[in-house]
């Protein structure tokens, strides 16, 4: 079965957040950001090794990363996990069947109750508190 | 073969737990004048302290474990089969405990002054 | 509907057919025309369509059908969003055209596509065998041992309440248009994924009272390609043209296997 006949999007679904909502959006930032942290982890676990090779190397590797572009990317990795950090809240509370309102018979124009208020109120609150961290660290880092 | 409930079940702890420990973590750089905190003399100092090399072993294996097994699961559903799923699966439990080994090195070697 | 014209690909040469009626408003509708066995690749068809307000986008592509296009293929029957036949993709959105009122896209174009993540048998009819395979996996019924059909012939009712009834009526109004597996992410790119489809029916069961069958379907969907890739997107239920709010019941099944219900 060819790609045209078997007509799945593809990974361009998941790169598409512009569709289907706020929660969509979530979805996307969810993924961009769990990937983001597994790289910066393991550059973090890599640039603090440098440790074992003693003070000269150390302070080499802080050169290198403690810039400002390497404060901008601490600045969007701090961004990144209170996002991923908040919004995984919400969703591991919906996987438990909490906050996503209760069955019942549904009425025209059919609102999804799953898709509620509260759920969307979340999202904005995680991006939110996400941009306070950002501008808190901007400020922390950059300061003085 | 342990179940998916089982290992998703391993990726929520893993998430509450590392958020618990990492905020301890920066918290602890925070206590510190930033731009201080990663002096040399400093970083050696934290380390020597007992329960922050465990705080550090810690955060490392549960956000090596959430991370890489939500790799495994962005790149199972990107692509199927099952030798496809196989390398995967074992690939990312490899990076994981690579990671794993890689940075208790490093936490071990300092804490106990073998620099 | 009034009158319609059609000009492909290049063709400058508009036929138009006669109309009977004064025409309302004009637009275009761009379908896609695919045959897998003859086609190597999809091609839109630009049709001029003159519609009246009450119009569907199930109305145009039947006009078209009958009166200038004969070989568009295309899958329908109630006309009254009951049957789930005629799910497509209607400006990017998986929608059902008999639903879908032609003035309320807000739109000078109607771009019509097969619903994605189904395979295509032709143009805008897709294959839905999969979707009713993983359905028909989940066990879409009354599982218990004492079967209301007997050997000794003696007729057994399983008595409801209407409380009971509720908690799982909103799930049963499921018509299986596969809209939810068109717009799942998770979907568009697992193809041995159940989809919210089939899992928002294994709730649907689980959640009835007469059902014992529980344990079996929760150790159906706990594998791979299962439950788990749900992450609750909520796209499903963005596009449910029956208020079943997918997202909703696979969110509930999974909390059994979370150990948050019973």
Redesign the interface.
């Known amino acids: 079965m060819n790609k045209q006949h078997n007509n799945r999007i593809g990974i361009k679904a998941w790169l598409n957040p512009w569709r289907y909502g706020i929660e969509r959006f979530a979805y996307w930032l969810m993924r961009i950001t769990g990937v983001g942290l597994l790289v910066y982890f393991i550059m973090h676990i890599y640039e603090t090794s440098s440790i074992l090779d003693g003070k000269e190397i150390w302070n080499k590797m802080l050169d290198l990363t403690q810039t400002p572009e390497g404060h901008l990317i601490l600045v969007l990795v701090i961004g990144m996990s209170t996002f991923h950090t908040i919004n995984g809240i919400r969703i591991m509370l919906g996987h438990g069947g909490i906050g996503v309102g209760k069955a019942s018979r549904p009425d025209y124009p059919y609102a999804p109750k799953s898709q509620n208020m509260k759920n969307k109120l979340c999202i904005y609150a995680s991006i939110g508190l996400a941009a306070l961290a950002m501008l808190y660290s901007v400020e922390v880092m950059f300061g003085e | 073969m342990i179940r998916e409930s089982m290992i998703m079940k391993i990726h929520y702890a893993t998430a509450l737990g590392s958020v618990a420990l990492v905020v301890i973590h920066v918290l602890f750089r925070l206590t510190q004048n930033f731009h201080d905190s990663l002096k040399f003399d400093n970083v050696i100092t934290n380390y020597s302290l007992l329960p922050y090399s465990i705080l550090l072993e810690l955060i490392l294996i549960l956000i090596s474990i959430h991370g890489f097994n939500g790799l495994r699961v962005i790149l199972l559903e990107l692509n199927q089969g099952q030798k496809y799923e196989t390398i995967i699966t074992y690939g990312c439990l490899a990076s994981m405990i690579a990671l794993i080994t890689y940075g208790s090195r490093t936490i071990l070697m300092t804490s106990m002054g073998m620099i | 509907m009034a009158a319609i014209k059609i000009h492909e690909e290049n063709d400058q040469n508009v036929k138009s057919i006669a109309a009977d009626i004064k025409p309302k408003n004009k637009i275009l509708f761009k379908i896609t025309k695919?045959n897998?066995h003859v086609?190597?690749?999809?091609k839109y068809v630009d049709y001029d369509v003159e519609y009246e307000h009450w119009n569907t986008v199930l109305d145009a592509l039947l006009m078209i059908k009958h009166k200038v296009d004969p070989s568009l293929a295309l899958r329908y029957s109630c006309r009254q969003a009951s049957c789930g036949s005629c799910g497509m993709m209607i400006n990017?959105?998986p929608s059902l055209a008999c639903f879908t009122k032609i003035n309320e896209l807000g739109s000078d174009v109607v771009k019509i596509e097969?619903?994605?993540?189904?395979?295509?048998l032709r143009d805008l009819a897709?294959d839905f065998t999969q979707m009713f395979n993983t359905h028909k996996k989940l066990k879409p019924y009354i599982i218990r041992s004492d079967s209301e059909i007997s050997q000794s012939n003696e007729i057994k009712e399983f008595s409801q309440d209407p409380d009971s009834v509720?908690?799982?009526?909103?799930?049963a109004?499921c018509i299986k248009c596969g809209l939810c597996n068109s717009?799942c992410?998770?979907?568009?790119?697992?193809?041995?994924?159940m989809g919210p489809q089939a899992l928002t029916q294994a709730y649907r069961y689980v959640?009835d009272d007469r059902d014992k069958g529980k344990n079996t379907r929760l150790k159906i969907i706990?594998?791979?390609?299962?439950i788990?890739?749900c992450?609750?997107?909520?796209?499903c239920?963005?596009?449910?043209?029956?208020?079943?709010?997918p997202?909703?019941?696979i969110?509930?099944l999974?909390?059994y296997?979370?150990g948050?219900?019973d």
């Open positions: 695919f897998p086609d190597t690749h999809m990017d959105k097969p619903m994605s993540n189904f395979p295509i897709v509720e908690k799982y009526i909103q799930f109004n717009a992410p998770t979907m568009a790119t697992d193809s041995s994924f959640s706990d594998e791979r390609h299962g788990w890739r992450h609750f997107a909520g796209s239920s963005k596009v449910c043209p029956k208020g079943v709010d997202a909703m019941g969110q509930f999974r909390s296997l979370l948050f219900r």
